[in-house]
């Protein structure tokens, strides 16, 4: 003990010489208040700040402004006649950058004398005010924040209840037992591709996201019972939202650390126009190291990555953006023509695979009177995912084991109209149009030593059409309807379904309310599934699964939560999901269902004629950042059950039984408020998944991997256990703020079992464990 309390003095004595050589900057602090509904500004709303005993009056576009706030954290206080008073916390003003703000207050139904319900009574409400259960708010400080989160939202969903990363080094999640292929992702109501690096055809995931904390806005998560506006999803909804640049100055923003070098602008494009570009790019650091030979020179991992958003205002025609994203990423490794050198089979395979992501929309909307709201967006997207995979034999020559192209190019419409007949009373409707292009080639060998069989070969256009309606009914403060209908059609097979939806929450009094919420939902498969080529019995192929049907399934959620002190929330959720027309194989003896998969196609004939289960319980405990502290203690206790062509039901690989989450945080901050240290903690300890048996003496005779299909998810794997830890270092100076982190990735080094597969060059069954420790330095500076 005696050796290490030197060390802890002098950290001591650093940390308090940090906090306490201190000086007092200023920044702006402003924003726009909007009416939650319509996103119509208000004029006239009074805005304080009452530390400081300063107040705003919003002009006619809804804009208020405070000039010369001391860098800090702040309380906005906003009340105006006919809607709920609003307070927003821990607004951080820094002097690098102008904190700006969108602020949306509710309605009021109806005055009532048992209690005054606050907007603030739920810190994390969903900006969509018709998603009532199972749905939260997530802001782009949280991203930040969390340790290990670097900026991900997928990594930060890992810190809320429920949630469980399939892959230490994949950034895909499962939700409720339900395979990461089932989320939707949505940016600026417009549906999108995988925004992920590294991203396979049918995944929702990928390495790292492509999209950048410079652009984000506070957005939404939902995991269960959607509102009536989101279709084609079973498991999960990000809907994202896009940060306008500041429109007033230009201003900076410069990283660099372990994943990457980041360089953002953003300001206006004159001084007499309201309209703003923000525009960020990103370079892989692992290219950089790669071009100057520090790692080896036999394998390469890059990826860059651009993202931007126009804001374009107008006086008469409404207001327009122009928004997107590319990302670029690939992997290759070369194998050493030594078979001394060769350890394991994975040696003699060498590969180069790309995922490339361009995504580019344009959204309009404009104010019909002062009921009713459109919008209109458009987007092009185009994917391509290319790998090729080879064997080196033992006389070095050279053979192809895998080899595809996938190709994917969408274009979108959609248009939503917002009415609002009164205070009580909201109504949503929209339609939403895709039409698809697609050029899907696949060949690959089952088996080692099988010839290489094209499954798929195919090209050619389809379209998807979405419509949906919604309303919400408030009889009162306390009671809130929402009720709507989804329609969803596939042109390719003409399938479609219609998909009823339902919410209601109920404020039993001013610290507690209760919730529930049914969903019907179904999600169209991947598209390359429909064109897998089966023998058809005449020496010919057949697409078997053209005419697949989609999966469904029935989300129930019964939600409490009750606030035991001003920052404290206690909230428990039951939900159970029911899967019914799962693809799964034809094979009477197979236990294969789509249900398990991570994404990729299926090139096996598949039947609807599968089903499944998850139900379980959520608890949680959260307190929300107060005096520069905060803490969330969630558990999830769930059971995911799966039923194939057998008729058999057994666990999903997804199940993992239990999911323990404990994340908190402190920040220690200067008398003058320029100066903060951080230190964030993030535990998960949760079931191990699922896997199947492998047969030994079958894999040895065979030379490759031939697992006991019967006992399909029989084993589970040790429990999953990794803790993140997350040190940060933030000071202002005249005109810019720097932030230094340091995130240690599983600090204890934990590994984690990943799978197992049996290797023909060891002659046995080898394991593959998730990542170890990985410490991640990232600096920041804005100006």
Request: charged share 20%.
């Amino acid at each position: 003990m005696s050796r290490f309390l030197p060390r802890l003095v002098l950290i001591n004595f650093l940390l308090t010489l940090f906090l306490n050589a201190d000086a007092q900057y200023i920044q702006q602090l402003r924003g726009t208040v909007v009416d939650q509904v319509l996103q119509q500004p208000l004029a006239g709303a009074t805005v304080s700040i009452p530390i400081l005993g300063k107040q705003s009056i919003s002009d006619t576009n809804g804009v208020f402004r405070f000039q010369q706030i001391p860098v800090g954290v702040y309380k906005l206080v906003i009340s105006y006649t006919g809607f709920k008073e609003a307070t927003v916390d821990n607004i951080i003003v820094n002097a690098g950058k102008a904190t700006v703000l969108t602020i949306p207050m509710e309605a009021w139904v109806k005055v009532e004398q048992e209690f005054v319900v606050r907007a603030n009574s739920r810190k994390n409400k969903p900006l969509n005010e018709m998603s009532t259960v199972s749905a939260r708010a997530f802001s782009v400080d949280e991203t930040q924040r969390y340790a290990a989160a670097v900026n991900d939202p997928l990594r930060m969903a890992t810190a809320f209840p429920g949630v469980l990363a399939a892959d230490d080094g994949n950034n895909a999640i499962i939700i409720r037992g339900n395979s990461p292929a089932g989320l939707l992702w949505r940016m600026e109501g417009l549906d999108i591709p995988n925004p992920n690096h590294f991203s396979t055809p049918g995944s929702s995931g990928g390495g790292i996201s492509i999209l950048s904390s410079q652009l984000l806005s506070n957005s939404d998560f939902v995991t269960a019972a959607f509102a009536a506006e989101y279709g084609n999803a079973l498991s999960g909804v990000f809907d994202l939202h896009l940060r306008k640049g500041n429109n007033e100055k230009r201003e900076y923003s410069f990283q660099a650390g372990v994943l990457g070098l980041n360089a953002a602008v953003e300001g206006p494009f004159s001084k007499k126009y309201k309209g703003s570009y923000l525009i960020n790019y990103r370079y892989s650091t692992l290219e950089l190291l790669n071009k100057a030979g520090v790692l080896p020179d036999n394998a390469g991992t890059n990826f860059s990555d651009l993202s931007y958003n126009i804001y374009l205002p107008t006086s008469k025609l409404g207001n327009f953006s122009l928004f997107g994203f590319t990302g670029w990423s690939g992997q290759i490794f070369k194998a050493k023509m030594d078979s001394t050198k060769w350890e394991e089979s994975s040696d003699r395979h060498p590969f180069d695979f790309l995922s490339n992501t361009r995504m580019n929309g344009m959204t309009h909307s404009i104010s019909l009177g002062n009921k009713a709201t459109l919008k209109t967006a458009i987007g092009q997207s185009f994917t391509r995912t290319k790998y090729l995979e080879q064997y080196v034999e033992s006389n070095y020559s050279i053979t192809d084991n895998y080899k595809d192209q996938l190709d994917n190019s969408k274009f979108t419409a959609n248009t939503m109209l917002q009415y609002k007949l009164s205070n009580q009373l909201n109504f949503r409707a929209g339609i939403i149009m895709n039409w698809i292009s697609y050029n899907y080639k696949t060949s690959f060998r089952e088996h080692k030593n099988d010839p290489l069989i094209e499954w798929i070969n195919n090209k050619g256009n389809t379209a998807t059409q979405q419509a949906y309606m919604q309303w919400q009914y408030k009889p009162s403060n306390r009671i809130v309807f929402n009720a709507g209908l989804h329609y969803l059609r596939l042109s390719l097979n003409k399938s479609y379904a219609v998909e009823p939806r339902f919410s209601a929450r109920y404020t039993i009094n001013a610290k507690q309310n209760i919730s529930l919420g049914y969903g019907s939902h179904s999600q169209i498969q991947t598209l390359g599934v429909y064109f897998a080529k089966v023998p058809d019995g005449n020496g010919d192929t057949t697409l078997a699964n053209k005419n697949l049907g989609f999966t469904k399934a029935r989300h129930y959620v019964l939600s409490h939560q009750i606030r035991l002190s001003k920052q404290l929330l206690l909230k428990t959720e039951f939900y159970y999901q029911q899967l019914t027309n799962v693809p799964v194989s034809t094979k009477d003896s197979s236990t294969f269902s789509t249900l398990n998969l991570m994404g990729d196609f299926v090139t096996e004939p598949l039947k609807n004629e599968g089903k499944g289960a998850n139900y379980g319980v959520e608890i949680s405990l959260e307190r929300y950042l107060q005096d520069n502290f905060y803490l969330t203690l969630s558990n999830s206790f769930y059971q995911s059950k799966y039923t194939a062509y057998d008729k058999v039901e057994r666990n999903t690989r997804f199940n993992g039984n239990y999911i323990i989450t404990f994340i908190a945080g402190k920040e220690y901050v200067s008398k003058r408020k320029s100066r903060t240290f951080g230190i964030n903690i993030k535990t998960i300890y949760a079931g191990g998944l699922r896997t199947t048996p492998i047969d030994l003496a079958a894999s040895r005779q065979n030379g490759y991997t031939v697992f006991k299909d019967l006992e399909a998810y029989s084993l589970q794997n040790e429990p999953y256990f990794r803790t993140d830890l997350r040190f940060s270092l933030k000071w202002n100076r005249l005109h810019h703020t720097s932030t230094l982190s340091l995130d240690f990735q599983n600090v204890t080094n934990r590994l984690n079992v990943f799978n197992q597969w049996y290797d023909d060059e060891e002659q046995k069954i080898v394991t593959q464990y998730q990542t170890g420790l990985i410490p991640v330095l990232n600096y920041k500076i804005e100006f």
